[in-house]
């Protein structure tokens, strides 16, 4: 029992047995009895109401001095809400001092409610986004930075990848940006400086154009000797089979620099899509016409189907690579008679392009690197059928700047499927 009860029954017994005592000695023992009860009730009431009425007041300070279980229950209230405080207290330092480290970590922090406005952002995001305090405080984040890669990537539901924007302070630096959930509802906008990284793209793309730019001008020249040289009739036959390798080795090395130069040209953040209306089934239609050409002896079968109302907003030039690398690929690596099929159409809300084969497939383990430069399942069969290593690459950074997709489905000894998906908002209809 607490000692609160105990002295209040302590008190109760004596009100009781005093009353008792009186009334005995004046012969109502009963009485006696009642009005010390009563006493006693009056005394708890107005004990009670002393404390309930500190309560009221928000119980600061000690309790009244009122002895029994009412002061009992007072100094339970008091010591649970002394540490209540100290925890707030100690809450209160954490969180003042998490807002003093992420105020001055260097990326920029941007916390946004459910509606995309401010609630809160560090010292960074004032320097990288421009950001006023308080006046950007509730301020749509859209509304402050306005880009449309900016716009399009906070609008969308989809976060998990980062995007690269001009900073709004100069356009000659960039920065890396990506949404992270936070809380149930609100979402953290992380900004980091990227510009350093860009210089080294940019000096890496510029060497590789102008390495492969110098490299044109003497394969053009060799090309050229090369089919003089060919074209002798009186070349010894000795010399026939050792010119006809370097003629090949040539073509590839042409073949090289140009994938190369069109890589670089692709990556290049200044590289813009000369985007028009292109009438994708003509597209197919003329690539396969090369695509039949190619395959010629080795009699694959081909299956088309096409959606010939289904037109795209894209850079012709881009995408007709794209596409031509994965067919050609088809026919390079599926054997002889083997089936390729070639689709363009919906799927859901996309326009995608389709290349399937029953060729050897590709284990589970290359996919994923499949579309890196120069990453080759089979270094000697790609050489051979005359491949740079380069294909795959070219087609996702094609997808890439279409805001698009390269999917990769394989297995070995089945086939493989290539799936290209441009977003819905580039799709057309062609009319008549
Ligand atoms: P390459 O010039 O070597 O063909 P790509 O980037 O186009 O380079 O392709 C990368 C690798 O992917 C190829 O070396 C090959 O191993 C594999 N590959 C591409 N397409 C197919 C296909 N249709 N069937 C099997 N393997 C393929």
């Known amino acids: 029992m607490s000692e609160g009860w105990g002295n209040e029954l302590l008190r109760l017994g004596l009100w009781l047995i005093g009353g008792l005592i009186v009334g005995a000695v004046f012969g109502h023992a009963l ?74 970590i260097p990326d920029g922090l941007v916390l946004l409610n459910e509606q995309r406005k401010i609630s809160w952002f560090n010292n960074a995001a004032r320097e990288y986004l421009g950001l006023k305090y308080p006046a950007d405080i509730d301020q749509r984040i859209d ?91 009186n070349l010894p036959e000795d010399l026939q089979r050792p010119l006809k390798q370097v003629a090949r080795q040539v073509a590839r090395m042409d073949r090289l ?61 881009a995408v007709l690579s794209a596409m031509s690398n994965l067919v050609f690929n088809a026919i390079h690596y599926t054997p002889a008679k083997g089936k390729i099929t070639v689709s363009w159409g919906i799927h859901g809300d996309q326009a995608c392009f389709l290349v399937e084969d029953n060729g050897p497939g590709i284990a589970e383990q290359h996919l994923s690197r499949l579309s890196e430069r120069f990453y080759r399942v089979d270094v000697s069969r790609s050489r051979d059928s005359g491949g740079t290593g380069l294909g795959l690459s070219i087609v996702r950074h094609v997808m890439v700047s279409h805001g698009g997709e390269l999917d990769i489905e394989s297995e070995l000894g089945v086939g493989s499927r290539f799936t290209c998906c441009f977003p819905g908002t580039r799709v057309r209809q062609l009319t008549g």
């Open 257 to 317: 620099v140009n994938d190369l130069l069109e890589l670089a040209s692709l990556e290049r953040e200044d590289a813009r899509l000369n985007e028009t209306l292109v009438d994708i089934p003509a597209l197919i239609k003329g690539l396969m016409q090369e695509a039949y050409a190619l395959s010629s002896d080795n009699k694959h079968e081909f299956v088309l189907r096409i959606d010939q109302n289904l037109a795209l907003l894209a850079d012709k030039k």
């Open 31 to 104: 009485w006696g009895l009642l009005l010390s009860s009563l006493v006693y009730l009056g005394q708890l009431l107005y004990h009670l109401k002393r404390i309930v009425r500190w309560l009221s007041k928000g119980a600061v300070g000690a309790p009244p001095n009122v002895g029994g279980i009412a002061e009992y229950i007072g100094e339970q209230v008091y010591q649970r809400q002394r540490r209540n405080l100290k925890r707030r207290r100690r809450l209160a330092g954490m969180v003042s001092s998490f807002r003093d480290s992420m105020a001055n």
């Open 143 to 233: 509304n402050l930075v306005r880009q449309p890669v900016f716009t399009d990537y906070i609008l969308s539901a989809d976060h998990t990848r980062t995007i690269e924007v001009h900073s709004p302070m100069s356009s000659a630096s960039h920065q890396e940006m990506r949404v992270l959930p936070f809380g149930d509802t609100q979402q953290l906008l992380i900004v980091r400086d990227a510009s350093l990284l860009h210089r080294l793209q940019k000096i890496r793309s510029d060497f590789v154009i102008n390495a492969s730019h110098e490299l044109r001008t003497p394969l053009t020249v060799m090309r050229g000797y090369m089919e003089i040289v060919e074209d002798d009739e």
